[in-house]
């Protein structure tokens, strides 16, 4: 359409509109450069019901007008808003922008704030944070004698903005994005827009960019940032000065999405049609705040009860025992001396700590310092575990030595705490706190602390700790605790298993360590490698329950077969301390009752237990080994029953093997699991997408486990939400399938998984053969070469199986998780399945 501009010079717009008659409201799309309005074609295709959508080509952009002359940012506002005039755009209107296209939607927005209704950002910045100079590919690209040549005279900056896509976007789309920019002539706007962007302070553009950068403060409209994390040209310094402006903004961050987020992560549109359906149901300005009301028992109540007791209260293996009085002064003193030292209410501390009395300390310190833990897996290697903090946007670490240089290594923000022995002097030939970039050490915090005032305690349902899952199943991700959640889940973990200051644990699983204080029990943990659980031995666990004379045990089904495989390995004295072990507990995923069979060799006197939950709501069912027994064979793994105050429902499954039905406690019905608990997970951090489908039913959980509740009420899991294979007969679960083929002699291991397209997929069973040499799962090494089975043993298979199974192939081992070295990555085995199958043997690459 052709408008005139300010001037009276009329210009001819490219715009894509669905034409929406009478629109609930509009969707302002605004792309940057050197883009176009394609861009958006998701949202356009399938808009929130009833709204209009907008998203027109800026000028001299995509297919609008050519111009003779550059365009500043002022008129680029101007011509925004004369062209939302010229179509008649009226509120309630949503702006969504991109890149350079974020703070021109900004600057409208602002301009119009009566017909404000939200705000939608994607990669985009609006200020240079202190000290930043700029995005260093733009100003690479605007630098004297380059700019002309690769925004203008060549193709390469075009080019080079559908190249920073991983994996490669589609030749046709890369094609589509360059379709506009073919000629020097239709580039020039592409570098004017470079040229126009405000790097210097005396820059005429920089006055009206650092007005909507300071103008956003002020917006009282809900707002959306939805992120690539891998863009190199707006980092994550740009997403925390976004965050810093917009403090109330929702967040999903699609891990692996680079620059061109809405091609990265093309489920971005469906974010922004549930958040405007959401936008759509609340009444305008409304705003939900937490309750804070209610002191109840704090994390630290145990501790601050037993402060005078002079029991061990932390075991170190080899190492230091901590009285529950000296662990409540430490924490006390820690406590005061991180507050005095700056660390504030609500900030986060990531815990680089080994298991250990510090890290325990530092822990309980920094909660009730009214500070947020932040705890990644060592397991999840380097790479993992910087995208894992660094998207929980941490303000400190408190490291070891090896802790401080990881966190370098992954490039964390905020300051440096140093947990352990210092050797300050350098003698030792460690690198001295400085050298680590420390600006304090533990022991100087409890020394600051003894004469600095007690925190004040902070509120209920202020934020405790955000836990990263074990990547199992996709990236990890971070669960947010509130205190009341937290506490919610140790008083019924306390109940359930009737755990009193008598009871001493062993925590074979790291993390549970942490809980003990919390409990009022004396804990040890293991002298084992925390990343690999599956090395722990009986004699291990033995060492650590004669340490603090244990009477319950922790620990993963992967740590239990390592234990019930070196039973013959055990010395009388270590005999007897395992003789003392009341209660054996084991999580993390499915445990065979066989397991818990073997482990009376063991444990004689220990009455196991499988609590079923995960990082998001633990525990919610519980079932002990005679448990198992008395519901006897059925489909799937039984967990039991919901436990006091924890309630399960099932939302059936489709035709199509989609967990979209009704929520329902009827018996039999197999569908997603959701629960509802006074401890459920307060949200998923930075993931808002997530958190809304996941919560879609109000106060209910949805876990991504499939199973059904049998008509006694226990619960029984049958695999992964995502692992069900699409049949055209229908929905198939995994488990018990799996379960009948791991009966069968000759079979130690097996995993069903879906080849081909969802409707028609078909069964494939990966069998891991009894007494091939080492374990039947692995979490590293090299990859696991699949082959097609006998005749003999795929016609076995077949015999048990239940169902059609279109292929039997044998595997040495399968791929599992790296924190509980127990969950099977189905979704890998399926994909190297599918390229033999296809005539292509090749090996399972590392989960």
């Known amino acids: ?60 952009m995509g297919w609008s007008d050519r111009l003779p002359g550059p365009r500043s940012l002022q008129q680029r506002l101007a011509d925004l808003d004369d062209l939302t005039a010229a179509l008649g755009v009226t509120g309630p209107v949503v702006t969504v922008g991109h890149d350079w296209g974020g703070a021109i939607s900004l600057g409208w927005a602002l301009q119009h704030r009566k017909s404000l209704r939200g705000v939608v950002l994607a990669n985009t910045a609006v200020a240079m944070p202190d000290g930043d100079l700029g995005p260093a590919l733009i100003r690479l690209a605007s630098a004297p004698g380059v700019r002309a040549a690769v925004t203008v005279g060549t193709p390469v900056f075009v080019r080079a903005t559908t190249a920073l896509s991983r994996p490669a976007l589609p030749a046709d789309v890369r094609g589509a994005f360059a379709a506009p920019y073919r000629s020097r002539a239709r580039r020039r706007s592409v570098g004017d827009f470079v040229a126009d962007i405000p790097f210097a302070p005396d820059h005429p553009s920089r006055p009206v960019q650092e007005a909507v950068a300071e103008g956003i403060r002020t917006l009282d409209v809900p707002a959306l940032l939805l992120w690539g994390p891998r863009d190199p040209v707006f980092g994550e310094r740009y997403l925390t000065d976004l965050r810093s ?83 409540a002064d430490r924490v006390s003193d820690l406590a005061a001396g991180l507050a005095a030292s700056g660390i504030r209410p609500g900030q986060r501390v990531a815990m680089l700590v080994e298991p250990s009395a510090d890290l325990t300390a530092a822990v309980y310190a920094v909660w009730r310092a009214g500070a947020v833990v932040v705890v990644a897996d060592k397991g999840l290697g380097i790479a993992g575990m910087r995208r894992a903090l660094r998207s929980a946007a941490v303000d400190h670490v408190v490291g070891s030595r090896a802790g401080l240089a990881a966190a370098r290594l992954m490039g964390l923000p905020g300051s440096r705490i140093l947990a352990g022995r210092t050797g300050r002097t350098g003698v030792t030939g460690r690198a001295t706190p400085a050298a680590l970039g420390a600006a304090h050490t533990l022991d100087e915090l409890a020394a600051l602390g003894r004469s600095a005032p007690a925190p004040a305690e902070c509120p209920v349902d202020a934020d405790c700790a955000v836990l990263f899952t074990s990547g199992a199943t996709g990236p990890a991700k971070g669960v947010v605790y509130t205190h009341r959640q937290a506490a919610a889940q140790i008083d019924l973990v306390r109940t359930t298993y009737g755990l009193t200051a008598g ?217 992964r939400l995502a692992h069900v294979i699409s049949t055209a007969a229908g929905p198939v679960t995994p488990v018990g399938i799996e379960q009948r083929v791991e009966a069968l002699p000759g079979s130690s291991a097996a995993a069903a998984v879906a080849v081909g397209p969802a409707g028609a997929q078909v069964v494939v069973l990966v069998v891991v053969p009894s007494g091939t040499p080492g374990s039947p799962v692995r979490s590293r090494g090299r990859g696991t070469r699949l082959r097609l089975a006998g005749t003999d043993t795929a016609d076995a298979v077949r015999a048990v199986a239940g169902v059609d199974v279109a292929a039997v192939l044998l595997a040495p081992r399968l791929p599992v998780d790296v924190r509980h070295q127990s969950k099977v990555d189905r979704g890998e085995l399926a994909r190297r399945a599918a390229r033999v199958l296809a005539g292509a043997p090749r090996r399972l690459r590392r989960p």
């Open 1 to 60: 359409m052709t408008v005139a501009d300010s001037t009276g010079v009329e210009h001819t717009w490219h715009v894509l509109d669905n034409g929406v008659p009478d629109p609930t409201g509009t969707l302002l799309c605004v792309h940057g450069n050197p883009t176009w309005s394609y861009l958006w074609r998701r949202l356009l295709a399938a808009p929130p019901p009833g709204w209009r959508v907008v998203a027109p080509d800026q000028l001299g």
């Open 245 to 327: 402006r917009l403090p109330r903004a929702r967040l999903h961050r699609y891990e692996g999405a680079s620059h061109l987020l809405p091609e990265d992560a093309p489920q971005y549109a469906d974010a922004v049609v549930q958040w405007v359906a959401d936008l759509d149901a609340a009444p305008a300005g409304r705003r939900a705040t937490a309750t804070t009301d209610g002191a109840g028992r704090r994390l630290w109540s145990a501790l601050q009860e037993r402060s005078d007791d002079d029991a061990p209260a932390i075991v170190e293996v080899g190492g230091a025992t901590v009285t529950w009085s000296r662990l």
């Open 503 to 719: 009871d001493r644990l062993v925590a074979a699983f790291a993390p549970f360590a942490i809980l003990g204080p919390a409990l009022g029990i004396g804990s040890a943990v293991p002298d084992v490698d925390v990343t690999q659980p599956g090395s722990l031995t009986a004699a291990a666990l033995a060492e650590a329950a004669a340490a603090v004379d244990a009477t319950v045990v922790f620990a993963s089904p992967a740590a239990l077969r390592r234990v019930a495989a070196t039973v013959g390995d055990l010395s009388a004295r270590q005999r007897e301390a395992l003789g003392g072990i009341r209660l054996l507990m084991s999580a993390g995923a499915p445990v065979p009752a066989s397991l818990l069979r073997s482990l009376r060799a063991v444990l004689p006197t220990a009455d196991p237990h499988t609590p079923y939950g995960m990082t998001e709501v633990l525990p919610v069912t519980d079932v002990s080994l005679s448990g198992i027994e008395a519901a006897g064979g059925g489909e799937g793994v039984c967990v039991g029953r919901p436990l006091p105050g924890v309630a399960v429902r099932i939302s059936p499954l489709s035709a199509e093997g989609l967990a979209d039905g009704p929520l329902t406690d009827r018996p039999g019905v197999p569908g997603e699991v959701c629960v509802q608990a006074a401890h459920v997970k307060d949200r998923y951090d930075a993931l808002w997408a997530l958190e809304r489908a996941t919560s879609r039913d109000p106060g209910w959980h949805r876990t991504g486990d499939v199973g059904h509740l049998d008509a006694d009420g226990r619960l029984w899991i049958e695999g």
